[in-house]
């Protein structure tokens, strides 16, 4: 039986600032019926490697418009998706309907559907949570892994400063997304901060930013409760998966004035990592690492030997 979906109307993503990508979209990815995702695809599509940009909540694929044309411009190909309920990708209105498999399973079929290969996982948030989960069960398919402000959680307790979040966001069904992300993210103006609010008309387009915060593998008051051990399993696994079995390159890159995902947890995600370097401190960054786009991405593509010259 097909999702009951919401689809945010063309006209509120006319003319956003540093967004002049074309939308492209798939309407058939299996077990996802009568849903349509958004993604940008630029750059050549026979390129040797192929950048998978993927957000966290409650952000979408805008949050990579600084990076996209660094690694474009370097040869590259660049897919950034929304995921559903984010962007311009359809929105279930269901707020049950987003549980951690359901995302997994639908970014497994999108890659599935795009046959990517040589791919470069660039997650930030929700987008690595979700895409370090794949990488042991695609091995043929992921060279090497781009990680901004990220984790693979494992049920340890939750830093203040998401419980902070997870508390605020239940307190406030119709969040504001644009301001809160814009508190976190100083560097934003008026127009990026509308472009953020850009995919939500109203609180009812809104469900799957309600919901990832309770999807986290992270206890509260000591006890995980059932969505947020549905992905622990899986989790667990990744973590011994890229501890023991990874053999590509990585590169991380760290928002310094993180409360959410702070430094200490990066540096804890890079020790499970196997032969993960030094990571890129960003000072001046908080949660939202892909704002501070350009150089970041150009310190990422020197690591793996993929920067074109000027």
Same mark, same amino acid.
């Given at each position: 039986?097909?999702?009951?979906?919401?689809?945010?109307?063309?006209?509120?993503?006319?003319?956003?600032?540093?967004?002049?990508?074309?939308?492209?979209?798939?309407?058939?990815?299996?077990?996802? $019926?009568?849903?349509?995702?958004?993604?940008?695809?630029?750059?050549?599509?026979?390129?040797?490697?192929?950048?998978?940009?993927? =957000?966290?909540?409650?952000?979408?694929?805008?949050?990579?418009?600084?990076?996209?044309?660094?690694?474009?411009? /370097?040869?590259?190909?660049?897919?950034? &998706? $929304?995921?559903?309920?984010?962007?311009?990708?359809?929105?279930?209105?269901?707020?049950?309907?987003?549980?951690? =498999?359901?995302?997994?399973?639908?970014?497994?079929?999108?890659?599935?559907?795009?046959? #990517?290969?040589?791919?470069?996982?660039?997650?930030?948030?929700?987008?690595?949570?979700?895409?370090?989960?794949?990488?042991?069960?695609?091995?043929?398919?992921?060279?090497? #892994?781009?990680? &901004?402000?990220?984790?693979?959680? =494992?049920?340890?307790?939750?830093?203040?400063?998401?419980?902070?979040?997870?508390?605020?966001?239940?307190?406030?069904?119709?969040?504001?997304?644009?301001?809160?992300?814009?508190?976190?993210?100083?560097?934003?103006?008026? +127009?990026? @901060?509308?472009?953020?609010?850009?995919?939500?008309?109203?609180?009812?387009?809104?469900?799957?930013?309600?919901?990832?915060? @309770?999807?986290?593998?992270?206890?509260?008051?000591?006890?995980?409760? @059932?969505? +947020?051990? @549905?992905?622990?399993?899986?989790?667990? +696994?990744?973590?011994?998966?890229? /501890?023991?079995?990874?053999?590509?390159? /990585?590169?991380?890159?760290?928002?310094?004035? $993180?409360?959410?995902?702070?430094?200490?947890?990066?540096?804890?995600?890079?020790?499970?990592?196997?032969?993960?370097?030094?990571?890129?401190?960003?000072?001046?960054?908080? =949660?939202?690492?892909?704002?501070?786009?350009?150089?970041? +991405?150009?310190?990422?593509?020197?690591?793996?030997?993929?920067?074109?010259?000027?």
């Amino acid at each position: 039986m097909p999702i009951q979906a919401q689809r945010t109307p063309d006209e509120r993503f006319r003319n956003l600032p540093g967004w002049p990508f074309a939308p492209r979209y798939v309407e058939d990815l299996p077990g996802f $019926d009568g849903l349509r995702m958004h993604y940008v695809d630029e750059g050549p599509r026979d390129a040797a490697v192929t950048f998978l940009c993927i =957000h966290g909540t409650p952000s979408w694929a805008y949050l990579y418009r600084k990076m996209i044309p660094v690694f474009a411009g /370097s040869g590259h190909r660049v897919v950034a &998706m $929304d995921l559903f309920g984010f962007g311009r990708s359809d929105k279930p209105v269901d707020d049950q309907v987003y549980r951690y =498999h359901f995302h997994r399973c639908s970014i497994r079929a999108f890659i599935e559907r795009l046959d #990517l290969r040589n791919i470069c996982l660039v997650g930030q948030d929700w987008g690595g949570i979700l895409g370090l989960s794949l990488v042991m069960d695609m091995t043929e398919r992921f060279t090497r #892994l781009f990680l &901004m402000n990220t984790s693979l959680p =494992h049920g340890e307790e939750p830093t203040p400063g998401f419980a902070r979040w997870r508390a605020e966001n239940r307190s406030r069904p119709d969040n504001p997304v644009g301001s809160w992300i814009r508190s976190r993210t100083p560097v934003l103006s008026d +127009a990026e @901060e509308a472009a953020y609010d850009a995919p939500f008309p109203d609180m009812s387009y809104k469900g799957g930013v309600r919901r990832f915060p @309770e999807l986290i593998m992270r206890p509260e008051n000591g006890v995980l409760s @059932e969505s +947020a051990r @549905e992905g622990l399993e899986t989790s667990l +696994a990744a973590r011994r998966f890229l /501890s023991e079995d990874w053999r590509g390159e /990585s590169f991380m890159a760290i928002g310094m004035q $993180d409360v959410v995902i702070t430094p200490q947890r990066m540096q804890a995600l890079r020790q499970v990592i196997r032969g993960c370097g030094e990571a890129c401190e960003v000072p001046d960054a908080g =949660h939202y690492v892909p704002e501070w786009g350009e150089p970041v +991405a150009r310190a990422g593509l020197a690591t793996f030997g993929l920067l074109a010259p000027r």
